[in-house]
Protein backbone atom coordinates (compact mmCIF):
# COMPACT_ATOMS: atom_id res chain seq x y z
CA UNK A 1 0.00 0.00 0.00
CA UNK A 2 1.67 3.38 -1.16
CA UNK A 3 2.01 6.22 1.43
CA UNK A 4 -1.26 8.37 -1.26
CA UNK A 5 -3.33 5.29 -0.30
CA UNK A 6 -2.40 5.05 3.16
CA UNK A 7 -3.40 8.57 3.69
CA UNK A 8 -6.60 8.45 1.62
CA UNK A 9 -7.90 5.56 4.14
CA UNK A 10 -6.73 7.60 7.39
CA UNK A 11 -8.62 10.71 6.08
CA UNK A 12 -11.53 9.03 5.08
CA UNK A 13 -11.53 6.83 8.84
CA UNK A 14 -11.98 10.51 10.02
CA UNK A 15 -15.97 10.06 9.20
CA UNK A 16 -15.99 7.24 11.54
CA UNK A 17 -14.41 8.80 14.01
CA UNK A 18 -15.90 12.16 13.52
CA UNK A 19 -19.61 10.08 14.31
CA UNK A 20 -18.28 8.61 17.73
CA UNK A 21 -16.56 11.71 18.69
CA UNK A 22 -19.85 13.44 18.36
CA UNK A 23 -22.22 11.21 19.76
CA UNK A 24 -20.14 10.07 22.58
CA UNK A 25 -19.41 13.45 23.66
CA UNK A 26 -23.38 14.42 23.86
CA UNK A 27 -23.95 11.19 25.69
CA UNK A 28 -21.37 11.75 28.41
CA UNK A 29 -21.97 14.96 28.77
CA UNK A 30 -25.82 14.81 29.15
CA UNK A 31 -24.97 12.32 32.28
CA UNK A 32 -22.64 14.81 33.66
CA UNK A 33 -24.70 18.11 33.60
CA UNK A 34 -26.83 17.77 36.88
CA UNK A 35 -30.52 18.09 36.33
CA UNK A 36 -30.23 17.78 32.22
CA UNK A 37 -33.04 15.89 30.70
CA UNK A 38 -31.49 13.99 27.47
CA UNK A 39 -35.47 13.55 26.62
CA UNK A 40 -36.42 17.37 26.54
CA UNK A 41 -33.46 19.67 26.18
CA UNK A 42 -31.32 20.31 23.70
CA UNK A 43 -28.10 19.40 22.69
CA UNK A 44 -27.15 22.95 22.40
CA UNK A 45 -27.99 23.33 26.30
CA UNK A 46 -24.92 21.08 26.95
CA UNK A 47 -22.28 23.96 25.35
CA UNK A 48 -24.28 26.95 26.51
CA UNK A 49 -23.05 30.15 27.49
CA UNK A 50 -22.61 29.24 31.41
CA UNK A 51 -23.24 25.30 31.47
CA UNK A 52 -21.25 23.50 33.56
CA UNK A 53 -20.14 21.03 30.81
CA UNK A 54 -19.34 23.75 28.03
CA UNK A 55 -15.60 23.83 28.87
CA UNK A 56 -15.13 20.07 27.77
CA UNK A 57 -18.01 19.91 25.42
CA UNK A 58 -16.71 23.01 23.23
CA UNK A 59 -13.58 21.15 22.33
CA UNK A 60 -14.83 17.52 21.52
CA UNK A 61 -17.31 18.58 19.36
CA UNK A 62 -14.64 21.12 17.82
CA UNK A 63 -12.53 18.22 17.36
CA UNK A 64 -15.46 16.17 15.82
CA UNK A 65 -15.91 19.10 13.16
CA UNK A 66 -12.14 18.67 12.21
CA UNK A 67 -12.53 15.22 12.18
CA UNK A 68 -15.31 15.74 9.43
CA UNK A 69 -13.28 18.31 7.59
CA UNK A 70 -10.27 15.91 6.98
CA UNK A 71 -13.29 13.36 6.07
CA UNK A 72 -14.39 16.03 3.51
CA UNK A 73 -10.77 16.08 2.02
CA UNK A 74 -10.25 12.23 1.84
CA UNK A 75 -13.52 12.19 0.27
CA UNK A 76 -12.61 14.91 -2.46
CA UNK A 77 -8.93 13.15 -3.10
CA UNK A 78 -10.95 9.39 -3.65
CA UNK A 79 -13.40 10.92 -5.63
CA UNK A 80 -11.38 11.09 -9.20
CA UNK A 81 -13.67 11.76 -12.12
CA UNK A 82 -16.94 11.88 -9.99
CA UNK A 83 -18.26 15.81 -9.83
CA UNK A 84 -21.14 14.74 -7.44
CA UNK A 85 -18.87 12.95 -5.08
CA UNK A 86 -16.36 15.87 -5.16
CA UNK A 87 -19.45 18.14 -4.50
CA UNK A 88 -20.55 16.16 -1.63
CA UNK A 89 -17.39 16.44 -0.01
CA UNK A 90 -17.79 20.16 -0.42
CA UNK A 91 -21.11 19.83 1.69
CA UNK A 92 -19.09 17.76 4.39
CA UNK A 93 -16.46 20.70 4.79
CA UNK A 94 -19.09 23.44 4.44
CA UNK A 95 -20.68 21.83 7.77
CA UNK A 96 -18.05 20.89 9.50
CA UNK A 97 -17.33 24.62 9.38
CA UNK A 98 -20.81 25.79 10.15
CA UNK A 99 -20.53 22.97 13.69
CA UNK A 100 -17.21 24.96 14.48
CA UNK A 101 -19.03 28.11 14.27
CA UNK A 102 -21.63 27.30 16.33
CA UNK A 103 -19.53 25.32 18.98
CA UNK A 104 -16.92 27.91 19.11
CA UNK A 105 -18.41 31.42 18.01
CA UNK A 106 -21.91 31.36 18.43
CA UNK A 107 -23.30 29.26 21.58
CA UNK A 108 -27.07 29.89 23.09
CA UNK A 109 -27.05 31.50 26.31
CA UNK A 110 -28.81 29.22 29.11
CA UNK A 111 -32.49 29.09 29.39
CA UNK A 112 -34.47 32.01 30.48
CA UNK A 113 -31.58 34.28 29.60
CA UNK A 114 -32.00 37.09 27.51
CA UNK A 115 -31.63 36.70 23.92
CA UNK A 116 -28.48 38.10 21.97
CA UNK A 117 -27.03 38.31 18.10
CA UNK A 118 -24.92 35.36 19.61
CA UNK A 119 -28.70 33.22 20.08
CA UNK A 120 -29.74 34.28 16.84
CA UNK A 121 -26.82 33.31 14.69
CA UNK A 122 -26.85 29.75 16.90
CA UNK A 123 -30.60 29.50 15.38
CA UNK A 124 -30.03 30.34 11.96
CA UNK A 125 -26.35 28.27 11.55
CA UNK A 126 -28.58 25.27 13.63
CA UNK A 127 -30.51 24.96 10.43
CA UNK A 128 -27.64 23.94 8.49
CA UNK A 129 -28.87 22.83 5.06
CA UNK A 130 -25.15 21.37 3.76
CA UNK A 131 -26.75 18.46 5.88
CA UNK A 132 -29.51 17.85 4.02
CA UNK A 133 -27.86 18.18 0.75
CA UNK A 134 -25.03 15.85 1.25
CA UNK A 135 -27.51 13.69 1.27
CA UNK A 136 -29.25 14.12 -1.61
CA UNK A 137 -26.21 14.10 -3.53
CA UNK A 138 -25.42 10.80 -2.17
CA UNK A 139 -28.85 9.54 -3.37
CA UNK A 140 -27.70 10.85 -6.88
CA UNK A 141 -24.22 9.87 -6.81
CA UNK A 142 -24.31 6.04 -5.47
CA UNK A 143 -26.48 3.37 -6.63
CA UNK A 144 -28.04 -0.09 -4.91
CA UNK A 145 -28.73 -0.04 -1.09
CA UNK A 146 -26.51 2.93 -0.29
CA UNK A 147 -29.00 4.89 -2.42
CA UNK A 148 -32.26 3.59 -0.90
CA UNK A 149 -30.43 3.61 3.02
CA UNK A 150 -29.80 7.54 1.94
CA UNK A 151 -33.09 8.27 1.05
CA UNK A 152 -34.48 6.28 3.94
CA UNK A 153 -32.17 8.49 5.96
CA UNK A 154 -33.58 12.19 4.78
CA UNK A 155 -36.96 10.88 5.75
CA UNK A 156 -35.27 9.64 9.45
CA UNK A 157 -33.29 12.96 9.90
CA UNK A 158 -36.39 15.46 8.36
CA UNK A 159 -39.35 14.11 10.23
CA UNK A 160 -37.80 14.53 13.83
CA UNK A 161 -36.24 18.02 12.65
CA UNK A 162 -39.14 19.64 12.02
CA UNK A 163 -40.46 18.34 15.26
CA UNK A 164 -37.54 19.59 17.58
CA UNK A 165 -37.55 22.83 15.67
CA UNK A 166 -41.37 23.81 16.63
CA UNK A 167 -40.16 23.32 20.27
CA UNK A 168 -38.07 26.32 19.36
CA UNK A 169 -40.36 29.08 20.49
CA UNK A 170 -41.10 27.61 23.60
CA UNK A 171 -37.64 27.04 24.21
CA UNK A 172 -36.97 30.62 24.01
CA UNK A 173 -39.71 31.73 26.02
CA UNK A 174 -38.53 29.01 29.01
CA UNK A 175 -41.53 26.88 28.29
CA UNK A 176 -41.17 23.05 28.65
CA UNK A 177 -40.25 21.43 25.88
CA UNK A 178 -40.79 17.62 26.84
CA UNK A 179 -39.35 16.08 23.20
CA UNK A 180 -37.13 18.30 22.25
CA UNK A 181 -34.17 16.33 23.36
CA UNK A 182 -35.29 13.33 21.93
CA UNK A 183 -36.38 14.09 18.56
CA UNK A 184 -33.05 16.24 17.79
CA UNK A 185 -31.23 13.36 19.09
CA UNK A 186 -33.07 11.17 16.47
CA UNK A 187 -32.43 13.23 13.88
CA UNK A 188 -28.94 14.24 14.55
CA UNK A 189 -27.91 10.25 15.18
CA UNK A 190 -29.30 9.03 12.30
CA UNK A 191 -27.26 11.29 10.12
CA UNK A 192 -24.20 10.45 12.29
CA UNK A 193 -24.89 6.61 11.70
CA UNK A 194 -25.44 7.47 7.96
CA UNK A 195 -21.79 9.08 7.38
CA UNK A 196 -20.38 6.06 9.64
CA UNK A 197 -22.21 3.52 6.93
CA UNK A 198 -21.08 5.81 4.27
CA UNK A 199 -16.92 5.74 5.17
CA UNK A 200 -17.42 1.99 5.60
CA UNK A 201 -18.50 1.75 2.13
CA UNK A 202 -16.06 4.25 0.91
CA UNK A 203 -13.45 2.75 2.51
CA UNK A 204 -14.55 -1.12 1.07
CA UNK A 205 -14.10 0.87 -2.36
CA UNK A 206 -10.85 2.05 -1.98
CA UNK A 207 -9.43 -1.39 -1.53
CA UNK A 208 -11.45 -2.75 -4.33
CA UNK A 209 -11.09 0.14 -7.04
CA UNK A 210 -8.48 2.19 -8.56
CA UNK A 211 -8.70 5.68 -7.32
CA UNK A 212 -9.81 6.88 -10.37
CA UNK A 213 -12.01 4.37 -11.09
CA UNK A 214 -15.58 6.00 -12.41
CA UNK A 215 -17.70 2.90 -11.97
CA UNK A 216 -16.87 3.18 -7.89
Known amino acids: MDTDTKTDKLLLSCG???????IAT?????????????????????????APTSRWVVPLFS??????????????????????????ALMFACSAVVGLLIWSVFP?????AERTFTDTMHLILATNP???????????AFRGRLRVYSAVTVIIMLVPAIAAFSYARALDMNQPTPWLGATE??????????????????????DRSRPDDPSR
Open 26 to 50: DLLASLLYPGYSFRGQAVSELFAIG
Open 16 to 22: ILSGLAY
Open 63 to 88: LSSVLLLAFAVGVWRTAGARRLVRAL
Open 130 to 140: FVLVSLILAIA
Open 108 to 112: MPMRG
Open 185 to 206: RLAQYGYETWQVVLTIVLLRRQ
